[in-house]
């Protein structure tokens, strides 16, 4: 069971970035002409963004492992009515640099503190998928005072799969035929009714993130440090897509860490939620924020 787990939660964050990455070579050049378009510094990386309004609040997007911007195009254009939205391309992703570096999950948070500073942002909600929900919840280690909440998009707060699970997926990450072991673990992450675009948008972007950054951002979630069980004593949205393969406690599990929480287990989709369902998310994402009083205009 945690085996299937993992595969799928580093499947799903790949797919999240693959997703962006596909979309985003077919509309890189319309995404460098929107007027929001911006990179951020990070050390020698520049690190691209996309900045939808103003104030110093704001809706903070993160894509999964191996995904980009694109995983959220559907929840973009609604959430920016609301309010102040920033979607990122994480370093190694999409149209940020791609050095060779260790992509640790503290160097993503810290990319996205980056990201807020150089949109003068000094509070967010970080909405998080896959490998997305453990940076925003090492995000709100490193700077509490900056969240004001976590949505959490099918992703995990403690790992479900073992050691020795996710050293041997690494493993294989770093194959010559890694293509084909990414591939394997998204064919069990697909909605039963994903639509052929969407699954296409997933498979063409697999080749746009490097493999040097695949295989240090799955090392990067073999961190024990990163599971910690400190508390989250924010907000937290949790919105799932139920599979057998999670433990069937998880949302108590998920509670104990994150005592203000509100928890959604979808069926009839895949890891991809906010993809195969988005209007059904974006509501739950804008009623959460109107029920806990956040990023009111």
Known sequence: MHQRYFARFISATALVL????????????DR???GGSKFAS????????????QGSEALVLIHGWSQSIDAWRDQIPEFAKRNHVIAIDLPGHGESDKPKTKYSIEYFARAVEAVMRDAKVNRAVLVGHSMGTPIARQF????????????IVDGALKPFADAPAMNRLVEALRSPNYKEVIAQMFTGMMGPNMKPEIKERISSSTSNTPQHVLVSAMEGMTDPSIW???KINVPVLAIMAKNPSYPPNIEELTRLLAPNLEFHMWEGVGHFLMMEKPEEFNATVITFLDKNKLLTK
């Open 18 to 29: 693959l997703i962006a990455s596909s979309s985003i070579s077919a509309k890189a050049q």
């Open 32 to 34: 460098k002409n929107v």
């Open 42 to 53: 990070l050390g020698d990386a520049k690190i691209y963004y996309m900045n939808y309004g």
């Open 140 to 151: 709100y280690r490193k700077y509490p005072s900056k969240t004001l909440a976590i949505v």
């Open 228 to 230: 910690d069980d400190d």
